[in-house]
């Protein structure tokens, strides 16, 4: 069995003398860094809560910081804000804050969260080495490299699906094949007959793409573009299994 050794992330958010703009500090192991977000919308509900949802799937999906391929098993999270730990048990009643704290539902899951006020850690000097800007005008999307396409979002239903549809023992689990499948993996297009095609494109507006991996009894579908998620890219929005 695969071990996997803990890696711990702590961030601590406070707002600045200038109206949404925020400062994130975190550190993991010896590494300290401060990302400066800006919330451009001025009405923006609960921006130092987003900032720092956007600080944190900035730091693990797109810098990597903990490590590449990494999902939430073995990962302990200390954050500012209960609310995003609420977000990630689903239990918010805030719903404006998922779109940006989704990654918590999939890709992280399994990470542990904690919440703390604490920021005696911060060491300004070390923190000014790593000092980013972020501008958030909406949700940073999940994404995964499909071999021959690019990189392409993740949606939350492809996780849910996958694990209703195989016998994973975690959804870190799932993602890891999904991972290694859609990254690795011989990809291609499956062309579907005209008849399943036409009712699909009635049922849901659209077709998109069916693209399946070479040894794998998975299909999956790609979404034609933007279909609420957050994001710009193609979409992968759901799963299944032919023989």
């Known amino acids: 069995m695969e071990t996997i050794m803990t890696t711990q992330l702590t961030l601590h958010t406070k707002a600045t003398a200038a109206p949404n703009l925020f400062e994130t500090y975190w550190t993991t192991g010896r590494k300290q860094g401060v990302i400066d977000i800006t919330i451009p919308d001025p009405e923006t509900p609960d921006a130092a809560i987003i900032a720092e949802l956007s600080a944190m799937h900035y730091l693990l999906s797109h810098k990597e910081i903990c490590g590449s391929d990494r999902a939430g098993n073995g990962m302990e999270i200390n954050v500012t804000f209960g609310a995003i730990r609420k977000v990630a048990q689903n239990t918010s009643n805030k719903k404006h804050l998922f779109a940006h704290g989704r990654f918590l539902l999939t890709r992280y899951a399994e990470a542990k969260l904690s919440v703390s006020k604490d920021n005696d850690w911060i060491r300004l000097a070390r923190a000014e080495n790593r000092r980013e800007q972020l501008v958030i005008d909406e949700p940073l999307p999940e994404t995964i490299q499909v071999a021959g396409i690019g990189k392409v979002g993740l949606s939350f239903h492809i996780i849910e699906r996958m694990m209703e549809r195989a016998n994973y023992a ?3 689990a799932a993602w890891r094949h999904l991972y290694r499948m ?4 011989k990809v291609s297009e499956v062309a579907l007959p005209a008849d399943v095609a036409q009712q699909k494109a009635s049922k849901h507006g659209s077709v998109g793409k069916h693209l399946r991996v070479a040894s794998e009894p998975w299909r999956f579908v790609l979404s034609n573009g933007n279909r609420g998620y957050g994001c ?6 759901t799963a299944y299994v032919r023989a």
Do not use: Q
Request: proline share 8%; charged share 0%; no cysteine.
């Open 170 to 172: 975690s959804i870190g």
């Open 182 to 185: 859609l990254g690795g993996g």
């Open 232 to 237: 710009s890219l193609p979409m992968l929005v």
